[in-house]
Structures are given as C-alpha cells and as structure tokens.
C-alpha cells in the first residue's frame, strides 16, 4: 500500500469538471484508490464523491493506493493533482511530463509533502489530521449531503438522471451539395416525431385536439415551412429546427391570449423532439423507468408524475422544492422517500451512478461503498420489519386513553391512490386535492367528467366520508384554460376560492359534478383559501343555483356538507365568526404556517424558519379549535403536519377531531393515537 500526502495545486480545487477528470484518471488503474480530506474519505474513481469531498485548492489531502499498479498510479494522479490546470484537458496527464517515475517526482516539484508505504507512514509535519491507513471508507466516513426532508422512508438503488439536457446543433451550415439530403432528412424525421408524438399521447389518453392543434401548428409554413427556408439557406437541418422552434415560441408568448400563449411550450417541445431525433439523441422520461431507480431531478412536475412509472420510483432527490411544496406532497401520497431542495450543482446529479437517502433526516449518500450500503440494507430491512408490524392498526379506530375518538384519514390527489389509502385502513378521505385532474391536460375537465372522478371516489370509500376540496389553483400553479394575470406575489394572489367566485364558467360545472356525486351521500365539499365570511355565503348562494338548475332539469343531486379550509391568518382569526356558516374546519397547516410565519412554503433557503411548531402557528390552530367546539363543528387538519409524530399529540391536545394524511402515514398515525 502506498499513501501520499500532497498539498492540491489544481485551480479552485476539485469541482466539477476536475473531479471528473481526476476520477476517469483514477480509473485507468486497477489498484483501489482513496483520497482522505481530513477525517472524510472518497473513493478516487468516484467523480461525485470527489466533488462532494470538497477539496478546495492548498487543501492538504492524503492519496492512499492500494494495488499492483499503486506506484504508476499515485505517481500520475500526484502529477495531477500537483498541476494549476488540471482538468482542463487529460492529454497533460500522458506521465512523461517531468519523466516523474515515482511519487518522489513531486517532491521536487515541492507539492509531494510524504510518500509512505506498506502501511508505515512517513509522517508529514503538516498531516496529522490525515486518516489513518486502515482499511476502505467505514459508514461513518461516508458523510451525507443535507437537503430538506420531504417525505420519509429509507432507499437506495441505481441513480436515474432526470435532467433533459441543453441541446446544441453541432454544426450550424451545411454544404451546397448537402442541401437536398438535408431537406429529406428533415421531411423523415419531421414525421416520424408527429407519429411519436401522437403514440405518447394516445397512451396518456390525450389523443384528439392536443395532437392535432401541435400537428397543425407544427406542419404550418410558421414551423416545418420556415424550418426548410433556412435549410434551403444553407442551415443544418438541427439548427434551423432549434432556431424557428425558438423564434416561433417567443412569438406565442408575446400573446395576451392565455391559451395561446401556452402554446409556446408545445412549440418549444415539438422542436425538441425534431431536433433530438436529427441529432440522433434521445430525451430522458421518466415512462422509461424499466428497474427500481431512485429519480434525481431539479424538479418534477404533477405531469411528470403521471407519466412515471411509479412503481419503479424508490427515491426521490431534487435540487429543488421543500417539505409542503407540492413535489413532497406527490411524493408522499406514493410512498416515495424523497429528500429534496439539495444543495448540490446538477452536474453532480448527472455524475452518480448509485444513491442511497434518508428522506426522514433529509441525507443523501452518493456512489456509496459496498460496505456501507451493506449497512444500510440492514436499516432498510429493519425498518420494512418495523412497518410490517404496524399492520396490526389497519382495522383499528383510535382512541385516546381519555376517550377521544379521532379519524384517521387519507389526502389524496387522484383515483390511483385510492387502493394504497384503503389497504392502510384510512377512515375515508379527508382532502381530496382535485388540482391535478385540471393540472394533467390541455383543457379544462368538463362536468360530466368530474362527476365520473368523483362518484368513483365516493364508491371506494363508501360509506366513510370524503372530503373533495375545490379548484386550488393560482398563479403559482397555473391551470390551462385559465388566464392567470402576472402577479408579483402569486401566494398573495388571485388563487383558491377568490379564482373560482370569479369564474362561474369554472367553478360551476365543478359544483354541479359535485352535487351530482353528493347523491352516493359519503360527498363532503370544502372550499380552499377562505379569508372572509363573504366568500363562503357567495359560493353557497353559487352551490345553491347549481343545485336548483340541476333539479329543474331532473338531474339527481343532494346538498353535500360544506367545509373550508382554514389556512389564512383572516381565518383562523375569525374562526368562530365563520363556524356558524360551515359543516366543519379542516386546517391547512402547510398555508397556514406560511401565511403566519410569512415564510414561502416553497423556500428550500427558509426551511428551518417554517416551523408549524412555532407558538404563533399553535396559537392559531387552538383558536380555531376552541371555534369548531363552540360551535359544535368537526375540525381536521389535513396539512403536512398531521403525519408528523411529534405533532399529533400536540394537535390532539388542542382539540382537532380528525387527521388527514398521505396514505403511508396512516398506520403510524393511528398507533400514535391509540397510545396516546
Ligand atoms: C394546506 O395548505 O395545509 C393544505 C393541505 O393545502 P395545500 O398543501 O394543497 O395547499
Ligand atoms: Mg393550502
């Protein structure tokens, strides 16, 4: 064995595209190779464990190697390491610069500080919080990256990158001669992406008008017309796509029209496709997940979820989102571990290979060692066997030791989570999100389709309640079909129920699906971001045409009751104000602590001053509580908080007669109360 301390010369230490560099020079040998920062240890062939090791230029490090070929490998990566520029190129690192046979060599060059070997070290003056030369990384010197914990559970599995890249023509012009090739190549692939594009969205179940606007827009002189004028012209057939694609979409989004400004993605999109194909590249997607993967991402969207195989989704880290955004509530309601708001540059993402987190503690470990992941397999195993054992609470109503009755429900966002709510005995469902069924599509969902959604939830559940909160949607989380001013402080804004009291063309068609679906009897409406009394008499004065409409023309219906959401400050201040006028309360704490605390929920930099367990947050969920029992009204609290151990004793105490959570909080939570 071999260990070499040596004081980094590479310009800003090893970043990004040093550390990949260094790590495809470490590959080259077949001895095992280790760098140690202090008491914090890398595998050297690991790109993103380097850059994680954060070594910074004049960082003392220690290069330990372990092989038949330690000698040629210490000699070249010291070479490497001792160099200003390294990483710019690898051709510098061909061995024979300097004629450095061993790592002598950089002695002479002064950046070597000691070389020892066979284990006995040759101490350097400067090294003595250097590691000492026991065997490989143990658990302990693999340190995690914190991000914020999102949704819990332990994973580890293959990495799935899922950042589409930038792309680039590699040539802009081409040749005289190659202008007719060009144009066919162009004609070929143009179709083919059309008859893609259709597929895709046949299996999504979108066929009709979405395709055939895109064809139509695509197929017009504005797009393939123009695109073949600049090929004419003497373009690369990937340039000019790339280019009308931009100049076209910016176009679209210089509309005042809503609709046609969303446009401007799908242009955007189809040249992609266009161009992708040209370049002979594929997109990433996330439908191609074929084996268990944890997903790395900037973000995600509700219709990336959609698309997913979910199934194959171990774990969930992204550079971007925090704990009540709603990337962490998709994740939970699928059981996903999932860490997310890591600080890490995606580059860093796209180099690992393996990954293991910890979403409860917000951890994430990269391309760990074998040793280590054998651990952790362990805690994995454990904490299935710990999960089992909750089982036993699937059939058990919980009661508190003084008598208490309190539901345990299920929020859901769509049809397909119903199955993993009833399996972990959810007493009905208490927030039916019905964002995504306006979020996943081209168009608004018409009357009759929501009243399909929402009858065969009602079905599932029955005869327990469920909750189906109304359009929830602003600025923040636009919804085609709706034109959403520009707004500074979307969070602020025109969203919730001030959106739907504006637009009966929305709202309307949603009451009446469901009034139709309160017939089943278990239909419970809940009106979302109520600030005012007004608000709620407007939209039953609204709830109570619908419904006479409806009669008049003989379509069975019947009066669900009517709750609302507390989770503005206005709210939660007036609670007995409005008790009067509902059928319950259910408080949403994710707004709610954002509005009191005045912390954007989706602040990855604030998570740790967004603390539903602040006394201003306590105080306002005791006055609401202390409301619904004056006026004799049920109160629940559906947001994040409800799952959250430390705090369903807190909730309980105050007064909250229901918790409603992700589907795979709900064992645990009915052991908590039934112990409590
Ligand atoms: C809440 O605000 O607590 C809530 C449940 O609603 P959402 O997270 O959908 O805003
Ligand atoms: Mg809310």
């Not at 017309?225 to 100049?247: C, M, N, P, R, Y």
């Not at 997310?340 to 760990?368: I, M, T």
């Not at 402080?489 to 739907?500: A, Q």
């Not at 509005?595 to 006394?615: F, I």
Request: hydrophobic share 45%; with cysteine.
């Amino acid at each position: 064995m071999l260990e070499t301390a040596i004081v980094v010369k590479v310009n800003e230490g090893l970043h990004a595209r040093p550390a990949t560099q260094f790590a495809k020079l470490a590959k080259e040998f077949s001895c095992s190779l280790q760098i140690f920062r202090g008491s914090t240890c890398a595998d050297a062939k690991s790109a993103v464990k380097l850059m994680l090791l954060g070594v910074k230029q004049d960082d003392q490090i220690l290069l330990r190697a372990d092989g038949s070929d330690e000698s040629d490998a210490v000699r070249r990566l010291l070479q490497f390491l001792s160099e200003p520029t390294a990483g710019v190129t690898l051709a510098r690192h061909d061995g024979a610069k300097n004629g450095a046979g061993t790592a002598a060599g950089q002695e002479a060059q002064g950046e070597a500080v000691a070389v020892a070997s066979n284990g006995t070290h040759h101490e350097p003056a400067a090294a003595q919080d250097v590691a000492p030369a026991s065997s490989g990384c143990d658990a302990s010197t693999e340190p995690p990256v914190h991000g914020v914990p999102a949704s819990e559970g332990l994973a580890c599995g293959p990495a799935f990158v899922y950042l589409p890249e930038e792309l680039r023509a590699t040539r802009q012009f081409i040749e005289p001669d190659e202008v007719e090739s060009e144009l066919a190549r162009f004609g070929t692939t143009f179709r083919e992406s059309i008859a893609a594009l259709d597929q895709q969205f046949e299996a999504m179940g979108q066929h009709d008008d979405i395709v055939e606007a895109l064809a139509d827009v695509a197929q017009s002189d504005d797009f393939s017309g123009a695109v073949k004028e600049k090929i004419a012209a003497g373009w690369d057939a990937a340039a000019a796509t790339l280019q009308v694609g931009e100049e076209l979409s910016a176009a679209f989004l210089a509309m005042d029209d809503e609709y046609l400004r969303s446009r401007a993605d799908d242009i955007r999109g189809i040249a992609r496709q266009v161009a992708l194909r040209l370049l002979g590249k594929e997109d990433v997607s996330l439908a191609a997940l074929a084996e268990p993967c944890v997903v790395l991402a900037a973000d995600l969207t509700a219709l990336d979820f959609a698309r997913a195989k979910v199934a194959n989704i171990v774990g969930l880290v992204c550079t971007k989102g925090s704990a009540t955004s709603h990337l962490a509530i998709m994740a939970r309601a699928h059981g996903i571990p999932a860490v997310l708001g890591l600080p890490v540059p995606e580059e860093l993402l796209r180099e690992a290979s393996r990954v293991a987190l910890d979403g409860a503690h917000g951890q994430v470990w990269f391309d760990p060692s074998p040793e280590w992941q054998t651990e952790f397999d362990a805690r994995i195993a454990q904490e299935r066997r710990r999960h089992a054992a909750l089982s036993v609470y699937r059939d058990v109503s919980p009661v508190t030791s003084d008598g208490r009755h309190i539901e345990i429900a299920a929020n859901l966002g769509s049809l397909a989570e119903i199955d993993a709510a009833l399996e972990a005995g959810a007493m009905g469902v208490g927030l039916f999100r019905t964002e995504l069924l306006f979020m996943d599509r081209r168009t608004l969902p018409d009357e009759d389709e929501q009243y399909d959604v929402y009858r065969r939830l009602a079905e599932a559940f029955h005869p327990r309640p469920v909750v189906i909160r109304t359009l929830d949607v602003g600025g923040d989380k636009p919804v085609p079909g709706i034109a959403f001013p520009h707004e500074d402080n979307p969070f602020l804004g025109w969203r919730g129920v001030r959106m739907c009291l504006d637009r009966p063309d929305v709202f309307e068609p949603q009451l009446r699906a469901l009034l139709r679906a309160a017939t089943l009897g278990n239909v419970h409406v809940m009106l979302p971001m109520v600030d005012d009394l007004d608000e709620i008499r407007r939209a039953k004065v609204m709830l109570e045409n619908c419904a006479q409409a409806l009669r008049q023309a003989g379509v069975a219906c019947a009066m669900p009751k009517l709750g609302i959401m507390v989770e503005t400050p206005a709210a939660a201040l007036t609670a007995d104000l409005l008790a009067p006028e509902v059928d319950f309360f259910s408080i949403g704490t994710n707004d709610l602590t954002q509005y009191v605390m005045a912390v954007d929920r989706v602040n990855a930099s604030l998570a740790s001053l967004y603390r539903t367990d602040h006394p201003a947050v306590l105080r306002a969920i005791g006055m609401v509580c202390e409301a619904a029992k004056r006026a004799n009204i049920s109160v629940a609290v559906c947001g994040e908080a409800a799952a959250r151990p430390d705090m369903i004793p807190v909730l309980v105490g105050l007064g909250v007669n229901e918790l409603s959570m992700s589907p795979s909080s709900v064992l645990r939570a009915k052991k908590i109360v039934s112990e409590l």
